[in-house]
């Protein structure tokens, strides 16, 4: 059974830095790409970063590109999101997705619970 | 990027009845790399349809998908109480990965 449970999130002051982890099992894990993906709750889906297997190759959304870094060790099943310079418009609940496909990306077949990130002062 | 746009924003059906629900997307998903979720309230989203068309495992085959280019659909045949939720489409053929808003589905 395909298990994500991802851990890290808190409350945080703007500026802050946060790392987001999420643990799989279940999979080969060095097969498929991971993300993250965050959800305002009540509101829509945003992509904000994706990692291949292997963890050369990484994208991130705009709005969060020079502040967050997604990276995996593949010897833990672990992903990470190391989030800094955190803004008010960062909180959200974030979510830890694998990919379906073996040379995909974004097509986010299981889906962890989620972790809730909140920036306020 | 691309953008996506749902259509309705809400539709109100009894059990039994035929959901259809539109994305349109800003320029033309040449991969047809277009994706259907489903979300309900406090869990998080499920993956319905792939590929434009291909049910995600385990998934009922009341739900459908088709469409090309920039307009998509999916179907619900007939409806069933479980299926009262929120419904994301979304592109993953070229980052930004985007998602359209939503359409609630909820009862008549």
């Known amino acids: 059974e395909v298990q994500l449970v991802e851990s890290g999130g808190g409350l945080v002051q703007p500026g802050g830095s946060l790392r987001l982890s999420c643990a799989a099992s279940?999979?080969?894990?060095?097969?498929?790409?991971m993300s993250w993906v965050r959800q305002i709750p009540g509101k829509g889906l945003e992509w904000v970063s994706s990692?291949?297997?292997?963890?050369?190759?990484?994208y991130h959304a705009d709005s969060v590109k020079g502040r967050f870094t997604i990276s995996r060790d593949n010897s833990k099943n672990m992903v990470l999101l190391q989030m800094n310079s955190l803004r008010d418009e960062d909180t959200a609940l974030y979510y830890c997705?694998?990919?379906?496909?073996?040379?995909?990306?974004?097509?986010?077949?299981?889906w962890g619970q989620g972790t809730l990130v909140t920036v306020s002062a | 990027d691309i953008v996506l746009t749902q259509s309705p924003g809400t539709l109100s059906l009894s059990p039994g009845e035929r959901a259809t629900l539109s994305c349109r997307a800003s320029?033309?998903?040449?991969?047809?790399?277009l994706a259907w979720y489903q979300q309900k309230s406090g869990q998080a989203p499920r993956l319905l349809i792939y590929?434009?068309?291909t049910r995600a495992t385990g998934i009922p085959d009341r739900f459908s998908g088709s469409g090309s280019g920039t307009d998509f659909t999916l179907t619900i045949s007939r409806l069933d109480p479980e299926d009262y939720a929120v419904y994301f489409c979304?592109?993953?053929?070229?980052?930004?990965?985007?998602f359209g808003p939503g359409t609630k589905v909820d009862s008549k």
């Open positions: 997705a694998k990919a379906k496909g073996l040379d995909t990306y974004g097509d986010f077949e299981y």
């Open positions: 279940g999979f080969s894990f060095t097969t498929y790409a």
């Open positions: 990692i291949d297997g292997s963890g050369d190759r990484r």
């Open positions: 320029q033309s998903l040449r991969t047809n790399f």
């Open positions: 590929g434009t068309s």
């Open positions: 979304q592109q993953y053929g070229n980052t930004p990965f985007t």
